[in-house]
């Protein structure tokens, strides 16, 4: 009973914040309310959060949208312009509400309540199937053999959905290989939004006017530079089948952005004036930059950055961002922006991985499990032991320029993995984790320094909300920082 009446409670409040979100796209459509109906948003959010909003930020949200001048607000109002109004509706109901606002609040008390991570997004592999074979890229070694069925993606997002989890994001593989069955899952759990990781060979005009009219699907296209920085990496005509892509998407008026993985051979190609330029031109809003994982018997640990390319990056995204800068297009430093989220995000903190074969991985990088969506719920998954190892070891590192229990800080994920039994995944070319965090001992040793001293001229903020264990946000110091290097002591039971 309680439940029917949490369900109707919840169609209501949906259909109210669906009437809402039309007004508001009305206004938007006439540009000279937009500063007024911008901030009748910003009042909506503090009504919704009630106690939990805070005043300060919210004034300063205030402050920000009442300059149509700013730099954001002319992002904002260009994402306003070239966006289907359908489409804009859809994303700001399932991403905007169900994720941001009414997903937060159930995700936090679902993480109190059951003592382990809960996360903000799920992320899973439709197949391994791919049509390409970049260089340095684990998927090479995985061949056609696994796919996740409709009825495995399906029990993934409705039991995610029931924990508070409305943001579903797949890689693989080439997703779009199984795209029948996405539009299908899409139209099924039309109050989530969904997010594919992509080369972008399989997109062309008919895709593009389902994914308008479902409204729930978006695009991060994988891109690495220039024609010829791209291609090196990711075969010959990828580029061009990248730029038809957007062109496609922007025609459609589909918000979408990109994947880009930065290595030693193409890190000045994609930081660019000239390449934000164009993706601004292209209509990519945001972009999710990876550094380059020396993960699988095929990877390429050579083309890791080196320390001095890190240290540029952060400085060169962070200006990319700032107010000093003209470039309308948000990029995103997976690696170097832990700060802004608290560290790692692995292990279900903010997000985990579910690959083809169906094991639940900590992060899509750390191929290990202990347990599969076929034999185990998404609660199950991260109560299990692997996943408690994170939720018990988060933060891995004090300062968060150092952040992953692989690439900074190796003997953290050895220790991991062993202590809890994890097996690899890796069904083609199985690699050990002795193996993996070899490739990463020395750079670690070398990017400690460097990362420490950058992070001590740094002004940190304490965030108002932090996913750790209840004992270590209410005692900080009891974080485990007990390696003479900074990383985290676990204690494993």
């Not at 993706?279 to 999710?288: M, N, S, W």
Request: hydrophobic share 35%; net charge negative; with cysteine.
């Amino acid at each position: 009973m309680a439940g029917t009446v949490q369900n109707l409670q919840h169609a209501a409040e949906r259909q109210t914040i669906s009437v809402m979100i039309d007004g508001f796209l009305k206004h938007l459509a006439k540009k000279e309310d937009r500063t007024e109906t911008y901030l009748k948003i910003v009042d909506l959010a503090e009504r919704f959060y009630g106690d939990g909003a805070k005043k300060e930020t919210l004034d300063k949200i205030r402050a920000y949208v009442s300059n149509p001048d700013n730099r954001w607000m002319r992002f904002i109002n260009r994402v306003v312009d070239e966006t289907d109004p359908h489409y804009a509706k859809t994303m700001l109901l399932n991403l905007g509400y169900e994720a941001f606002f009414r997903g937060t609040k159930t995700i936090r008390a679902n993480r109190e309540k059951y003592d382990c991570n809960i996360p903000w997004l799920i992320l899973f592999d439709p197949t391994m199937a791919c049509n390409m074979h970049c260089v340095g890229c684990w998927s090479g070694t995985y061949g056609h053999k696994s796919n996740l069925s409709f009825e495995d993606m399906d029990k993934i997002v409705t039991q995610g959905k029931e924990l508070g989890t409305y943001l579903y994001m797949m890689t693989g593989g080439e997703p779009t290989v199984r795209m029948r069955d996405i539009m299908k899952l899409a139209k099924k759990h039309n109050d989530c939004f969904f997010g594919l990781y992509s080369n972008s060979t399989l997109i062309n005009d008919e895709m593009c006017e389902q994914i308008r009219e479902l409204g729930n699907i978006t695009f991060m296209l994988s891109i690495e530079g220039t024609p010829d920085t791209n291609d090196a990496r990711r075969g010959e005509g990828h580029y061009e089948a990248v730029m038809k892509a957007m062109d496609c998407l922007k025609r459609h008026g589909i918000v979408f952005g990109t994947s880009i993985c930065y290595t030693r051979a193409n890190i000045e190609a994609v930081t660019s004036d000239a390449f934000f330029h164009l993706l601004e031109e292209k209509g990519a809003r945001f972009g999710f930059y990876f550094h380059l994982m020396p993960v699988g018997n095929n990877a390429a640990p050579e083309l890791m950055p080196t320390i001095e390319q890190r240290t540029k990056m952060i400085e060169r995204i962070r200006y990319i961002r700032s107010p000093e800068s003209d470039i309308e297009f948000f990029p995103m430093d997976f690696q170097n922006d832990g700060e802004y989220v608290g560290g790692c995000i692995a292990g279900g903190r903010n997000y985990f991985h579910i690959n083809s074969n169906g094991d639940a991985e900590p992060c899509v990088f750390i191929h290990f499990s202990n347990t599969n969506i076929h034999d185990n719920s998404i609660l199950e998954m991260l109560q299990s032991p692997l996943f408690k190892a994170y939720h018990e070891g988060q933060p891995f590192n004090r300062n968060h320029l150092r952040p992953c229990p692989m690439l900074e800080n190796p003997d953290l994920l050895r220790e991991i993995v062993k202590a809890t039994g994890a097996h690899q995944t890796n069904q083609e070319s199985p690699e050990e984790v002795d193996h993996l965090c070899a490739k990463c001992d020395q750079y670690a040793k070398d990017w400690a320094p460097v990362a420490d001293k950058i992070w001590e001229q740094q002004k940190h903020k304490k965030p108002t909300y932090e996913n750790y264990t209840k004992e270590k946000r209410e005692h900080p110091e009891l974080a485990a920082f007990e390696h003479e290097d900074g990383s985290v002591k676990i204690d494993i039971a």
